[in-house]
């Protein structure tokens, strides 16, 4: 079947980015493979529960497109693997990591967890712990932003799985009838959960499904920050200048399992192999930043020594406050069960 | 700790009194070693323990009449210091221990559970603000539960002025020159609270019938030539003849229960009325559809002897489906029974007479005859099925080979 | 006071509300061009426009979703289903977001929406839109549910839940949109949330309901009346959040209860106000708490056999009878 190509970025020097910017973007990107690699240990000291999902390979769909937005304004709507959306928005790295651990300090207060991250205040409505639950929402969003007038726009970010449930094309249909200002992106991470685009998609050319909806699209390297950040910057002025929607499809990697589940018994053998994964890394949006940083001597060897100093004692500092953070406390249990 | 409480040794049982403790408080008991022996209405019997321990405490003397249920004693756990100790520092030991106290309390009394009064909890309420209890009261609830209207009538009767009742029940009375107040024992207040009870609370009827007894009689005589131990009596025959007219006409192997339903008994247990000094029991013989007239027959006489020196046990005088009451060798014409709840009927036996009676073309004839008059309950019953079932009786009794099989 | 029917008393609470806030917009199946399935809307798209009342295609997924996100944003929708049978579609959207979105955000994010449109059983439709969920919705931590008995009550409630800044689901009853009643004047009459009516005062047996289960009620409470038998009939209003104590000071006085529902009787509204008696009000029942709701069935099409599966005020008659042996 006929796919859609991803457009190369059209200046691969990419002057479109400012270098304060690219080096910002990298500082974040590597905040949160930083921030994700330390909450496995957490998990395993019993200091995290529930589902934990991160996200290492995929941070140039954060970086790229959330540096982007006006926040407050914008709107953005995300998956259950949420932590970097988050601290793309700006919420302080301690707030989400004490939201991990169950704590009074967490952007949530506790009540959320991993899956639930939110920060309304940096126009983040939050991660969704359902497989396509965001997208109807942000039709709202989207229907609202519009409805007061505003030139703001919805971000909603979304999985290759939840290209298969029935309400994300029910919300694309409406987004696609009534011209709303929402920015489809589409995390292909090749894997919904443990099953293959291939093996859950009859037509993998999700473009077509958004052009079906009477959405316009493209597909982008999601592994690029410059392309993720050039497909971002078209489609953002697409939808302020015509308000109507525009979706992405972006081919990204995790490097780790669905979920710390079948990252600690290796069940990502079951459904790809390490050789797969050792090619995607050659990929690394983080470490092809990092060489396009040196290579253009954007950055000395002593600055990147600082940021990843820097990156590491945020993170540091993050599970020390986290963990000397209180709980909730116990009568807050019927607290916000309604407004 | 556990509680031994008065126990309940037969169906109609409601109290039972103290006749010996077995064992003194601070005595070590057994689990099923015999402590005390209770009088009930209907007979004297052992209670065992069903803990091993101490005896810490009675709490019912002898002579004393407690409900079933109350407690009468108490069992202290066994440890090794306590085995020889005064009974003071045992109560000690258990109070100090009150997990092992809760769970002896489960454990310790199962067999004979004190039967729950049925009230709504607003009845309860009431019951406990006027400190009444829920034995005094009759439900007229569905399924006999005491409900609302009950404690109020309760009350209300409470209410009435004593003094003028109390007038209308002495006025009347002759003024006696001598009398003697006499305290009844336990098994005739039992008499007097269940016949008064079987008569306010079920309408009898009645049907008399004859039956002649010529050809009875001279069966027994066969029966009983070669066998002079163990006589067959003109009762063995009645009970197997009533075994048999239970099965053909089922109706009357009934009770009417307190849902206001029918239950019909698959089994007859016929109870057969004995008089013994303190009063009136009835042995029940169990299965009689199925036994032979000699096993009735060995079975009555077990039992009646038992009666009569107070050794029936419980399971013995309870559970009967249908009752006869042989008044014949008193020289009785005919009487007629009251209902021994919750059974059906009961069948009052005349005696034996000669009579002059039409035979065929009204040639006078001699004949040996038996009235028995058959007490009905009308709830279930009516005159014609009690009919039938006198039919039923005459008819094997008349042609008695039909009692052998 | 004017009289008007309950389907127009609900039109007045969306029409009053949208004048007085420009966030307050209707969205739906058929709520627009069409009038409204039940002409509960009409008129409105001509008043205010396709901005505002807005209509949707068959995607009750994307109607619960538009709404939900909307009101995360900042506006008030009242989103229409077109029976609340349909809102089965949306259930995740309903559930998982609307209901959950406050809670699990801390506090952060408030979700003032309404879901509202037709439910209840009868009129020979069969097993998938002849039916009641509310204890579906009552179940769920995080709505408030509210389901009118009166055309005052529509108009009042409906005004409340529009202003709430929850969510609320508004179960309105095709078999009373029919009804007509007195509504006040007062364009800011609103009755508030957890106040239960007293419909009638009877000493002898509560009857507990709301929607049309009061309509039963009443209609019971009129024969029981003639032999002498006074029924207390209590029209709950709304079940979440549940005003238990005008129940329970109801039961103390009469001392019988009954609970009547049209919808299935297996892990229902009933079972809860029963079980809700008995926590409150123990003490005070001089009989079992008598429970009458619809037959655990699918709707049966056949006119006999639904009958037979709906409650009618003889089956509440007999209720209080039974609770009264």
Redesign the interface.
């Known amino acids: 079947m006929a796919r859609t190509a991803a457009k190369q970025p059209e200046n691969n020097e990419v002057g479109s980015i400012a270098p304060a910017d690219l080096i910002k973007s990298y500082r974040l990107m590597l905040l949160i493979r930083r921030f994700e690699e330390s909450v496995y240990q957490k998990f395993h000291e019993n200091k995290i529960g529930g589902y934990l999902h991160r996200y290492d390979g995929q941070e140039a769909l954060a970086a790229g497109i959330i540096s982007q937005l006006h926040l407050p304004g914008d ?1 953005i709507l995300c998956t259950y693997r949420d932590h970097a959306h988050a601290l793309a928005c700006g919420t302080p790295a301690r707030a989400v990591m004490a939201e991990l651990m169950g704590r009074a300090t ?7 967890g991993s899956m ?1 991250l ?4 940096r126009g983040f ?2 991660g ?3 497989v396509g ?1 965001p ?11 519009k ?2 007038n505003t030139s703001n726009v ?1 971000v909603c970010y979304f999985g290759d799985g939840a290209m298969n449930q ?2 994300v094309h ?2 694309m ?2 987004v696609g ?2 011209k709303l200002p929402v920015l489809f992106i589409l995390e292909n991470n090749q894997f919904a959960m443990g099953t293959s685009v291939q093996r859950s998609t009859g037509q993998p050319d999700f473009v077509l499904k958004a052009n079906a909806h009477g959405i316009q699209g493209e597909k982008a390297d999601g592994m690029s920050l410059f392309s993720v950040h050039d497909a971002a910057e078209r489609a953002l002025h697409h939808i302020r200048t015509t308000g109507e929607a525009y979706f992405l499809e972006m081919d990204c990697y995790r490097f780790v399992g669905h979920g710390i589940g079948d990252d600690n018994t290796k069940g990502w053998t079951t459904y790809r192999s390490e050789e797969d994964i050792e090619q995607w890394r050659k990929r690394d949006p983080i470490h092809s930043l990092k060489d396009y940083l040196i290579e253009r001597n954007l950055l000395s060897a002593q600055k990147f020594e600082e940021i990843d100093q820097e990156v590491q004692e945020e993170v540091k500092d993050s599970i020390s406050f986290a963990e000397s953070s209180p709980e909730p406390p116990l009568d807050s249990l019927y ?5 | 700790m556990a509680e031994m409480r008065m126990p309940k040794m037969g169906d109609g049982m409601e109290e039972g009194t103290i006749n010996t403790w077995l064992k003194n408080e601070g005595d070590m008991v057994q689990a099923g070693e015999p402590i005390a022996e209770i009088e009930t209405d209907k007979a004297n019997v052992e209670i065992s323990a069903y803990e091993t321990g101490i005896l810490t405490k009675i709490l019912v003397q002898v002579g004393q009449t407690v409900p079933v249920g109350e407690i009468i004693a108490q069992i202290g756990a066994e440890t090794a210091s306590s085995a020889a100790s005064a009974p003071q520092k045992i109560e000690t030991v258990a109070a100090a221990t009150p997990a092992a106290a809760s769970r002896s309390e489960n454990n310790g009394y199962a067999p004979v559970e004190r039967e729950r009064v049925k009230a ?6 009431m019951m406990a603000a006027s400190n009444l209890d829920a034995a005094q009261l009759h439900g007229t ?2 399924g006999g ?1 005491i ?2 209207r009950d404690v109020q009538a309760f009350l209300a009767n409470q209410e009435k002025p004593a003094p003028a009742l109390a007038v209308e029940l002495t006025s009347p009375q002759p003024v006696a020159a001598s009398a003697e107040t006499v305290k009844p024992s336990r098994m005739r207040e039992a008499i007097a609270r269940r016949t008064t009870q079987s008569k306010q609370q079920i309408p009898h009827f009645y049907v008399t019938m004859a039956v002649e007894m010529d050809r009875a009689q001279a069966l027994l005589k066969e029966l009983n030539a070669d066998n002079p131990d163990g006589k067959v009596t003109v009762n063995d025959l009645i009970v197997k003849s009533c075994a048999i007219a239970l099965q053909r006409v089922p109706a009357v192997n009934a009770t009417w229960t307190s849902e206001n339903t029918v239950k019909l008994f698959a089994e007859a247990h016929i109870g057969v009325a004995v008089g013994i000094e303190e009063g009136l029991i009835i042995p029940v013989v169990k299965n009689c559809q199925a036994k032979t007239l000699r096993a009735i027959s060995a079975e009555t006489k077990s039992l009646i002897k038992k009666a009569r020196t107070g050794q029936l046990k419980p399971e013995e005088y309870s559970g009967g489906t249908f009752s006869i009451s042989n008044l014949g060798m008193m020289g009785v014409d005919e009487f007629t029974a009251i209902i021994n709840p919750p059974e059906a009927a009961i069948l009052a036996i005349g005696g034996i007479f000669r009579e002059f009676v039409p035979g065929e073309n009204d040639a006078i004839t001699v004949r040996s005859r038996m009235k028995v008059t058959l007490s009905a309950d009308h709830r279930l019953l009516d005159g014609v099925v009690a009919a039938q079932f006198l039919q039923e009786v005459k008819k094997t009794l008349e042609a008695p080979f039909s009692l052998l099989s | 006071m004017a009289t008007m029917r309950y389907l127009q008393a609900v039109r007045l609470a969306m029409t009053e509300e949208m004048e007085r806030d420009p966030n307050v ?1 209707l969205c739906g199946e058929e709520v627009g061009q069409y009038q409204g399935t039940y002409r509960v809307t009409e008129g409105l798209l001509q008043k205010f426009g396709a ?1 505002r009342v ?1 209509d ?2 068959i ?4 109607i ?12 008030r ?1 009242v989103a229409e289903f077109m029976t609340w049978s349909f809102a089965l579609e949306a259930m ?2 309903l559930v ?2 609307a209901a959950k ?12 929406v309404v879901f509202r449109g037709p439910a209840g059983v009868g009129t020979q439709l069969s097993a998938q839109h002849s039916q009641s969920l509310e204890s579906w919705y009552a179940h769920t ?2 709505f ?1 549910v509210v389901l009118p008995y009166t055309p005052s009550d529509a108009r009042g409630l409906l005004k409340s839940a529009i202003r ?3 969510p609320v689901i508004f179960m309105e009853h095709a078999g009373l949109y029919g009804t007509s009643g007195e509504v006040e004047d007062d364009p800011n009459f609103t009755i508030p949330f957890g106040q239960a009516a007293i419909r009638r005062a009877g000493k002898h047996c509560t009857l507990v309901s709301y929607s049309r289960g009061v309509q039963l009620c009443m209609r019971a409470a009129d024969r029981l009346a003639e032999e002498g038998v006074e029924c207390e009939v209590i029209d709950l209003r709304t079940l979440v959040p549940l005003d238990i104590d005008t129940v329970a000071a109801s039961v103390s006085r009469t ?1 019988h209860a009954v609970v009547v529902q049209e919808e299935w009787k297996n892990v229902s509204m009933g079972s809860e106000i029963a079980a809700r008696i008995y926590e409150n009000a ?6 079992p708490v008598e429970r009458v709701a619809g037959a655990d069935v699918p709707m049966p099409y056949a006119k006999n056999l639904e009958r037979a599966a709906i409650p009618t005020d003889i089956d509440v008659a007999a209720a209080v009878k039974r609770t009264l ?1």
């Not at chain 1, 939110?118 to 205040?121: K, L, Q, R």
């Not at chain 3, 979105?101 to 003032?112: A, L, Q, V």
């Open positions: 709107m967490g952007c949530a207060g506790g009540k959320g639930h939110i920060d309304p205040e409505m939050g969704d712990g359902i639950g997208v109807p929402v942000a039709l709202g969003v989207g229907f609202a932003l409805y007061r919805c029935g309400g029910e919300a249909n409406m009838l009534y607290d916000h069960l309604y407004s | 709504s909890p607003l009845a309860r309420r609830g569905p539960r409900v609302e | 917009f901005q807005v949707t295609p995607s009750e997924i994307g619960a979703g538009l709404a939900t996100g909307a009101a995360m944003a900042g506006l929708p995740d959207q998982n977001h979105i406050t809670y699990m955000s801390g506090g952060r994010i408030h979700c003032p931590p995080g408030k709430d800044d929850s001392h123990f003490d005070e029942l001089d009989a042996a």
